[in-house]
């Protein structure tokens, strides 16, 4: 399976940005999909999860502000981000997984990564 991530760029804080992910070779909805961001210096972060049914989870920085969700027909994953904060500056990744994992907030599960979308949020 191949991902390609775009939707990122420059935006002030308090505003928006919705980051997609193309999903090619198979279809989004048989995996979990994850959205991960990392920042200079810093590791990679898990950001958001959606599973097979649709079940989200978030990292306690993001809850409130970001959504992640999952078309099926265009065969993509999105992640909504509103409210924006200079502290969200950062690549953002989207990452593919399989089932038989326990814990998909880290980037162990995920057997297929796009290549990265700039992120930056000016204060």
């Known amino acids: 399976v191949q991902l390609q991530a775009s939707g990122g760029g420059l935006v002030q804080a308090g505003g928006s940005l919705r980051l997609s992910c193309v999903v090619s070779g198979r279809t989004v909805g048989d995996y979990v999909m994850g959205w991960f961001r990392q920042a200079p210096g810093k590791q990679r972060e898990f950001v958001a999860t959606i599973y097979w049914g649709g079940y989200t989870t978030y990292t306690d920085s993001v809850k409130g502000r970001f959504t992640i969700s999952r078309d099926n027909g265009k065969n993509t994953a999105s992640l909504q981000m509103n409210n924006l904060k200079p502290e969200d500056t950062a690549i953002y990744y989207c990452?593919?997984?399989?089932?038989?994992?326990?814990?998909?907030?880290?980037?162990?599960?995920?057997?297929?990564w796009g290549q990265g979308t700039l992120v930056t949020v000016s204060s």
């Open positions: 990452a593919a997984a399989l089932r038989g994992y326990t814990d998909y907030r880290t980037p162990a599960p995920y057997h297929s």
